[in-house]
Structures are given as C-alpha cells and as structure tokens.
C-alpha cells in the first residue's frame, strides 16, 4: 500500500536559518504530493502541493519539488521565521481528490 | 476560502458514554468527507470515508459500530463515538473534498475518563 517517510523531529532551529524536512513516499502509481501544516490549536492548512513530476510547489517562502526518481518531495525554506513553528505533515494522494495518506509528521521550532 | 467548521475543539466525557463531533462546510458543498484519527506524535490515520446520502466506507480495523459516521446533507457530517473508553481519547479531523483538493476541520481532542 501506499506510505509516507517523513523525517522525525521534533527540529529546533534558530530564525534565519535554513530548513530541510525530507519527505519519502511509496505508491502505486503517480500520486499527487502535498505539505500541510498545523499550527497549535488549529486543523491542518495545506501550505503547497505538486501533481506531477519535476513539478514544484511554493508558498509562503516553502518549496518542494516532486522528484519521482527519488520518490521524494522535501520541503524547503530559505531562512525561517519564530512564526513558521508548527507541525508539518507529508502527504500524498493516489488520484486529486481521494483519500491522503499521512507521514508522521515534523515538529518545528524556530528559536529567536 | 473554503472553510470547515469542526465542533467541539475539546471534549472530556465519562467512560461508557457517547460523543458527537459535527462537521460543517461554511460555503460550499462537500460530498465527501473524510475522517482522521491522530495519536500523539503519530500522524493522521484515515478512519473513514463518508459521502452524502450513502454509508460509509471504513479503513481496515475500524469498528463502524463504535464509530458512526452520518453524513445526511451536503454541508455536515457527524462522527459518534459511541460506549466510549479511555482508549478511545485521541484528536479526531475531518476533512472535506473542495473544489481544489480538501479543506480540514479544526479538529476535537476527546478525552474519555
């Protein structure tokens, strides 16, 4: 069946820093990929998706690109903010639409 | 934006007894909702798929007799925790389908004492 292998946190990082989550799926077929985050208290908020291969999702100074020869899809900031702590959660989807199937998902801190 | 309402955000209720956890679609219809369960520091796991006007399809290892899920109109979907137990306290999500992918709930933590 379907999986996702997210990188385990919890990931403490300092503001301005530069920040990688790795990302590993396993599918059947050519899934769509997704990042949510969730905020404390709140439900979860899609942050970027890809479709496709060699596509690359971006919001919010995130990025992640869909790389179907490494089945990964790791996301990316530049330099990050106090206000980008929150869980982040990898994912994917068989067709747009249907079901997701979740990583683990990764704590993140970002300490001023 | 689409927006889903999820109630109650928290809810502590007596071993043995029943919970209903509503979700709504603010301003658009969802035909399909899905619910997550999520242990702490595990991830989502996908309980159930429901869809309007038909039963809901389970995952593998949920008790749809325990869990039942209604989903009566385009805009709610109920999730009951019936004869709820301790192990049964967890952070329960949905998620609705919208027209660009899914849009979640707020999410309930239950708590069985």
């Known amino acids: 069946g379907d999986s996702v292998t997210q990188m385990e946190g919890p990931v403490t990082l300092s503001e301005e820093a530069f920040l990688t989550i790795n990302c590993t799926y396993t599918a059947t077929g050519y899934p769509s990929l997704f990042w949510y985050v969730q905020y404390p208290g709140e439900g979860l908020q899609l942050l970027l998706k890809?479709?496709?291969?060699?596509d690359k999702g971006s919001n919010k100074g995130f990025e992640a690109t869909y790389r179907k020869e490494t089945t990964s899809f790791h996301l990316e900031k530049g330099s990050v903010q106090v206000s980008d702590s929150a869980v982040y959660f990898c994912a994917l989807s068989e067709s747009l639409g249907e079901k997701l199937t979740f990583g683990t998902g990764t704590r993140l801190t970002i300490i001023p | 934006g689409a927006v889903v309402s999820q109630h109650p955000s928290r809810v502590i209720c007596k071993s043995g007894t029943s919970v209903k956890i509503e979700c709504r679609s603010l301003?658009?219809?969802?035909?399909?909702m899905f619910w997550y369960r999520q242990f702490p520091k595990q991830s989502l796991m996908l309980m159930a798929t429901?869809?309007?006007?038909?039963?809901?399809?389970?995952e593998q290892g949920v008790e749809k007799d325990k869990f039942l899920i209604n989903h009566a109109s385009l805009t709610l979907s109920t999730l009951t925790v019936t004869s709820a137990h301790p192990e049964d306290s967890s952070f329960y999500i949905c998620s609705a389908r919208d027209r660009v992918g899914y849009t979640f709930g707020s999410g309930t933590r239950l708590t069985v004492v």
């Open positions: 890809a479709t496709k291969a060699d």
């Open positions: 301003d658009f219809q969802a035909t399909t």
């Open positions: 429901s869809n309007e006007g038909s039963k809901a399809t389970y």
